[in-house]
């Protein structure tokens, strides 16, 4: 049998990103079917504008997470770099090729950091999340008047003569209707995007993970638990030590 060696991959820093990003996940896609199935659990308007608040609250975490994130992404340790998450460089194709036919043959190749196909379901995550950081931004300003977009939102909206800072959410007599409906049309696509990238995020986690569990199970390596304790016993020399 061989040897088992602990190895430290996940700093502190990347350990803390990924939980604190997993719970406003969590959060985000509950609040969210709240407020898009307000009309069938009878939600008042006053309760959809609650649960738009605290949803773009939450958001604003998760924009912040990311925005640490990517920085780190240039500074953390080697398995925090950009080089380590995202797929491509030198003898990456040739590495995911070997690396699905070890796994379909039953003898995995090990990794520290992201296995080859893990890179292009984090970085399609990675892209997910950064179209719904966009995209809740713009609608937290044309719908609650909130920054980082708000304070410009309501000077478009804003009836004649009033005062954009006193502008309410759901305040119809507040706005001029012309200026309304072109910042209406101008926020659609934002809503469509911010949707779609909501659906598609739910089967990319998803698949993160059965694949983390199903990589668990075959390969060992505690990938897990690493999450969080920052370190992965292998019994094999990892590809990427």
Same mark, same amino acid.
Request: charge should be positive; charged fraction near 15%.
């Given at each position: 049998m061989s040897e088992l060696k602990t190895y430290t991959v996940w700093d502190p820093p990347t350990r803390l990103f990924h939980w604190i990003n997993a719970i406003c996940a969590v959060l985000l896609v509950v609040v969210g079917y709240l407020i898009l199935n307000a009309r069938t659990f009878e939600i008042p308007r006053t309760g959809s504008l609650k649960l738009k608040t605290v949803h773009t609250w939450i958001g604003y975490v998760f924009v912040v997470n990311l925005a !640490? @994130?990517?920085?780190?992404?240039?500074?953390?340790?080697?398995? /925090? @770099?950009? @080089?380590? !998450?995202? *797929?491509? $460089?030198? $003898?990456?194709?040739? /590495?995911? $090729?070997?690396?699905? @036919?070890?796994?379909?043959?039953?003898? *995995?190749?090990?990794?520290? $950091?992201h296995n080859p196909l893990g890179r292009l379901s984090v970085t399609?995550?990675?892209?997910? !999340? /950064?179209?719904? /950081? !966009?995209?809740?931004l713009v609608l937290a300003g044309t719908d609650l008047f909130y920054p980082p977009l708000g304070h410009w939102m309501a000077q478009w909206v804003a009836a004649p003569g009033l005062d954009p800072a006193s502008l309410a959410p759901n305040s119809p007599a507040m706005y001029d209707k012309a200026s309304f409906d072109s910042m209406r049309a101008f926020r659609k696509p934002f809503i469509l995007a911010h949707l779609y990238a909501y659906y598609a995020l739910l089967v990319i986690v998803s698949m993160h993970i059965v694949g983390a569990v199903v990589s668990e199970i075959r390969e060992g390596g505690n990938s897990i638990s690493a999450t969080f304790t920052g370190r992965k016993i292998l019994s094999e020399n990892p590809a990427d030590a």
């Open positions: !640490i @994130r990517i920085v780190w992404a240039f500074v953390g340790n080697r398995y /925090a @770099r950009w @080089r380590a !998450i995202l *797929p491509g $460089g030198r $003898g990456y194709l040739s /590495a995911l $090729g070997s690396y699905i @036919r070890a796994f379909l043959s039953r003898r *995995p190749e090990h990794y520290l $950091g399609a995550m990675l892209l997910l !999340i /950064a179209v719904l /950081a !966009i995209s809740g």
